[in-house]
């Protein structure tokens, strides 16, 4: 099967029901998208499809031809991406770091949905589970991006 991961063509041979997160991690061996629940709940291994944001672990890679898929290790090659991830670092959000590329994926998805968003929008759309609670440092993180906004 062909999948279209951070602007390349890769060819993967595994049933069609697969996880993408398995395809990933173990087919192509990037592993900043991380396993957390595997349900779908707690957004660790949270990636981009044609720019929205996905729960890796229970979509199946059969649903995924002819679609972009982002992942972690390509996010700074997208403007907003870049500038999230160094708001990120300037605000000193992670702690333990574990969920910290699946907060950076759908943080990214936010901003490139609404440039400005408000608290409610940004508590809608984070529901990332943080086990350090970040969600302040987050917050401010994301607003931050939002004020630069145009700046670049």
């Given amino acids: 099967m062909e ?5 390349q063509t890769v060819q993967v041979d595994t049933d069609a029901d697969t996880p993408l997160l398995w395809v990933i991690r173990d087919d192509l061996a ?9 349900l779908s709940q707690c957004g660790a291994c949270s990636v981009m499809v044609d720019g929205q944001l996905v729960r890796s672990c229970v979509t199946p890679i059969d649903k995924l031809a002819g ?5 972690i290790e390509a996010i700074e ?8 991830v160094a708001s990120w670092i ?15 994926i759908a943080a990214t998805a936010l901003l490139k949905q609404v440039a400005h968003p408000s608290d409610e929008e940004i ?4 529901v990332n589970l943080c086990r350090c609670g970040t969600y ?17």
């Avoid at 999948?3 to 602007?7: G, K, Y």
């Avoid at 300037?90 to 950076?104: A, D, L, M, N």
């Avoid at 508590?123 to 984070?126: D, K, L, N, S, V």
């Fill in 30 to 38: 990037m592993t900043g998208t991380k396993y957390g629940c595997g």
């Fill in 67 to 71: 679609k972009q898929i982002t992942t």
């Fill in 77 to 84: 090659s997208d403007e907003v991406g870049k500038r999230v």
């Fill in 90 to 104: 300037k605000h000193q959000v992670p702690q333990c770091g574990y969920c910290q590329s699946g907060q950076v």
């Fill in 123 to 126: 508590a809608a759309a984070m």
């Fill in 3 to 7: 999948l279209f991961i951070n602007n």
């Fill in 136 to 152: 302040n440092a987050i917050k401010a993180a994301i607003h931050d991006v939002a004020a630069q906004e145009g700046e670049a």
